[in-house]
């Protein structure tokens, strides 16, 4: 697992075969970073239980997810859901 902020990231990582964990806390918007290929998409690191269910999470896996959960400050979302229709 890797953490990162940017594409580039995501890139990276994805090259190497590791499952990605974006934070868009930066300049990149959520909506960027999921369509980067992340395994998940967090709004903040504020909340740790947030960010541990994002890092530990058996249904993540390596390689280009075709979903992304956002994950926001709230709690809202869920790192181990699927795509919605």
């Not at 090259?15 to 909506?31: E, Q």
């Not at 999921?34 to 504020?46: F, H, N, Q, T, W």
């Not at 709690?75 to 699927?82: L, R």
């Amino acid at each position: 697992m890797f953490l990162g902020d940017t594409p580039a990231d995501v890139e990276a990582g994805l090259d190497t075969g590791v499952r990605m964990v974006v934070v868009a806390a930066g300049r990149t918007s959520a909506d960027e970073l999921r369509d980067s290929g992340a395994a998940a998409v967090l709004e903040g690191l504020a909340d740790t239980e947030q960010v541990l269910a994002a890092v530990v999470s058996p249904s993540l896996r390596a390689g280009r997810a075709p979903w992304a959960p956002v994950i926001d400050r709230a709690g809202n979302g869920d790192a181990s859901a699927g795509p919605t229709a």
